[in-house]
């Protein structure tokens, strides 16, 4: 990120001297104002949405792209396909309200299938259900 800005700013300073320099020599004496402030405002336009793209890309991480689903333990532990849903949503670090707003169902539904993850997976918190969950194979 540090090494982004730094970059950008020598590129501002260096393209700003350019013009400067340009401006001196050529478009005071030929073109008008109005020309010379629309190059410069296409310019940094262009610059500020390449910035913006560049810093607001989102990164996708492959935790554990061999992952195989452990299915004995999860019908062991009783896990079912809604309760595994919302647990692969509490791993992705989700709350409850926007949880329940996914799977279009109440806040109280969620509620009810989180403490019953957290009973199932001998859990006392959102943290520690994906850790066990994740020892058991259940999540990547």
Request: proline residues 1%; charged residues 20%.
């Amino acid at each position: 990120m540090l090494r982004t800005i730094l970059l950008y700013g020598i590129t501002l300073a260096a393209l700003t001297g350019v013009l400067k320099f340009i401006e001196y020599r050529y478009f005071l004496r030929d073109l008008s104002l109005e020309i010379y402030i629309s190059i410069i405002a296409t310019f940094f336009t262009g610059v500020g949405v390449w910035a913006g793209l560049k810093l607001t890309r989102k990164k996708v991480v492959l935790t554990n792209p061999n992952f195989q689903l452990n299915d004995k333990d999860l019908e062991r532990l009783g896990i079912s396909k809604r309760e595994y849903e919302v647990l692969q949503h509490i791993a992705q670090g989700l709350s409850n309200r926007e949880i329940a707003e996914k799977l279009f169902v109440s806040l109280n539904t969620i509620k009810s299938h989180s403490s019953n993850l957290f009973m199932k997976l001998n859990a006392r918190n959102r943290t520690q259900a994906v850790l066990r969950a994740k020892e058991h194979q259940i999540l990547p």
